[in-house]
C-alpha cells in the first residue's frame, strides 16, 4: 500500500545501555531526523516503530497518530489547499513531523483533439483516440492457442515512432478521402505532470496532510488547530477536511467509554439500593467515585500526561476499588449502629477498627501497579497512564473515604435519626388525643 515516494528504513537499536550518550530514544529520534532533513531538504522523515505504524496505518489508513483529510473533487484543487493547511497547522504549538503527501509529479504525456481541425478533414476524436490506443497502447488483432494455454497476439508502433511527442506527431492518419495527413494536424501533443495516485473514502477524492503531536494533548491540539483553520483558510463550496489517524480511534473509544461509564455508575447505583434498602447508604457509597477523581486527574497533572483511552480505563477501574472501600465501612458502621452504638461512637469504631483492611486493600493494588508506573520500554506510553490515574484515585479515595466518609455518615445518620424523633413526636400527641374504645 506503499506509494512511490515513500520508503521505510528499518534499524537495529542497539541496546540503551550500550549507547555512547545517555539521550532518550525520543531525543536521538529527533537528532537524526534534524540531521537527515538537513542533509536532504526536500524529503520528509518521520520516527516510528514498526508495529505502531502498521497498527495505525490498519486503523485509519495512515501512517501517524494524526491526520487532516480534506475532501473534494478537484485534483488541483486539493493540493493546493493541502499546501495552505500545512502552512497553518504547522504553526499550531505541538505539530511534529508534518508533511502533505507529494502526490503531484509524475510525468505524463496529454494528447488533446483540436476537434475543429478534425472536422475540416472530416475525422471525429473517436477516430484519432483510435490511433493513440493502437499505435501506443496496443491491441489485440489474433490468438495464439498452445494446448489449452491462450495468448492474446498484440500489434503497437516501433518504439522510434511513440517514444517522443515528436516521433507521435508524425504518425499518419488516414481521412475518409483517403489522404494522409500527420498526427499534428489534427491534435496538440503536450508533456504535464500527474498525480502518482488518487486517494478516495466512500467514493469521495481526498488528500492527506499527517503528523504527530508532541508535549501537549491532542484533543487541544485539534481543538487549537481548527480555529486556525477556520480564521486562515477558506474552503470552497464541496470541499471540507476531517481529523483521522489514531485520534479518530481514540475519539469513539471515548465517545463509548463517555455513554458505559455511567451505564456502568447507574447499574451498581441500583445494586447497591437493593442490597442495602436505602437510597441515602447508596448515594453515600457513590460519592467515593469524587474521590477517585480527584487523585486520577492530579496525577496526569503531576506527571505531564493527558486524558486518553488507557487513563479512562484507569478511572474505571479505580472507580470500583474505592466503591469497594465504601462498601466496606458502610456496611461496618450499619453493623455497629445495630449492636446499639450511638452514631458518634459506631463512627469512631468503625473508623478505627475499619482502618487497616481499606489501607491494605489500597496499598496491594498500588503496589501491584508500581512497575507499571515506572516502566519505560516497550508499551509503556499505555501502561503508564492507566497506572498513574489508578495510583492516584485510589490515594486520594482512600484517604478521603476514612476521613470523609465517616464525617458524611454521621451527619446523614444524624438527620436521618432527627426525623424520626420529629415524627414520632409529632405521632405522640395525636395517639393521646384519640377517644378511648368503650368495652361492651
Do not use: C
Not at 494524526?66 to 504549538?93: F, H, M, N, R, W
Not at 479518530?248 to 439500593?273: C, D, H, S
Not at 453515600?284 to 474521590?291: D, K, T
Not at 503531576?302 to 465501612?329: C, E, K, R, W
Amino acid at each position: 500500500t506503499a506509494d512511490v515516494n515513500y520508503m521505510e528504513v528499518l534499524l537495529d537499536m542497539k541496546p540503551q545501555g550500550e549507547w555512547p550518550t545517555k539521550q532518550s530514544y525520543a531525543a536521538l529520534a529527533k537528532e537524526m531526523q534534524e540531521y537527515l532533513e538537513a542533509e536532504v531538504p526536500t524529503a520528509v522523515f518521520g520516527a516510528t516503530q514498526p508495529i505502531q505504524m502498521r497498527v495505525e496505518e490498519l486503523i485509519s489508513g495512515v501512517r501517524a497518530a494524526l491526520a487532516l483529510k480534506v475532501y473534494g473533487e478537484d485534483l488541483d484543487k486539493l493540493e493546493e489547499l493541502s499546501a495552505q493547511l500545512k502552512a497553518v497547522i504547522g504553526t499550531v504549538p505541538g505539530a511534529a513531523d508534518l508533511s502533505a503527501e507529494a502526490n503531484k509529479g509524475k510525468p505524463q504525456m496529454v494528447i488533446k483533439v483540436d476537434r475543429a481541425a478534425a472536422a475540416r478533414y472530416g475525422l471525429n476524436a473517436d477516430d484519432i483516440l483510435n490511433v493513440v490506443q493502437s499505435g501506443i497502447g496496443g491491441s489485440t488483432v489474433s490468438t495464439l492457442i498452445d494446448g489449452t494455454r491462450r495468448f492474446d497476439i498484440s500489434v503497437r508502433l516501433a518504439e522510434e515512432f511513440r517514444s517522443s511527442p515528436e516521433a507521435i506527431a508524425q504518425i499518419p492518419i488516414r481521412t475518409p478521402e483517403g489522404a494522409l495527413i500527420p498526427f499534428s494536424q489534427v491534435a496538440r501533443i503536450e508533456l504535464d505532470e500527474g498525480y502518482t495516485f488518487v486517494r478516495r473514502e466512500a467514493l469521495q477524492r481526498h488528500a492527506v496532510l499527517q503528523m504527530d503531536v508532541q508535549g501537549r494533548d491532542i484533543d487541544s491540539f485539534v481543538q487549537e488547530a481548527n480555529a486556525a483553520i477556520a480564521a486562515k483558510v477558506k474552503l470552497p463550496s464541496g470541499y471540507w477536511v476531517e481529523w483521522g489517524g489514531a485520534f479518530e480511534n481514540q475519539q469513539r473509544a471515548m465517545a463509548r467509554l463517555a455513554l458505559i461509564v455511567p451505564l456502568t455508575i447507574g447499574l451498581i447505583f441500583i445494586l447497591l439500593y437493593t442490597a442495602f434498602n436505602s437510597v441515602r447508604h447508596a448515594t453515600l457509597i457513590i460519592a467515593n467515585v469524587p474521590f477517585a477523581v480527584i487523585g486520577g486527574v492530579a496525577g496526569l497533572a503531576a506527571t505531564g500526561q493527558f486524558l486518553s483511552v488507557p487513563s479512562a480505563i484507569g478511572f474505571i477501574a479505580v472507580f470500583g476499588v474505592a466503591m469497594l472501600n465504601g462498601i466496606v465501612l458502610v456496611t461496618f458502621l450499619e453493623d455497629q449502629r445495630k449492636h446499639g452504638l450511638s452514631i458518634r461512637d459506631a463512627v469512631r469504631r468503625g473508623a478505627t477498627l475499619r482502618l487497616r483492611p481499606v489501607l491494605m486493600t489500597a496499598s496491594v493494588a498500588i503496589l501491584g501497579l508500581v512497575p507499571m508506573l515506572i516502566a519505560s520500554g516497550v508499551g509503556a506510553e499505555t501502561q503508564r497512564p492507566l497506572a498513574t490515574v489508578v495510583v492516584g484515585g485510589l490515594i486520594t479515595s482512600t484517604l478521603l473515604t476514612l476521613l470523609l466518609l465517616p464525617l458524611m455518615w454521621e451527619w446523614s445518620e444524624s438527620r436521618a435519626e432527627a426525623r424520626r424523633l420529629a415524627l414520632e413526636a409529632a405521632a405522640g400527641p395525636a395517639a393521646a388525643l384519640q377517644p378511648a374504645k368503650e368495652t361492651p
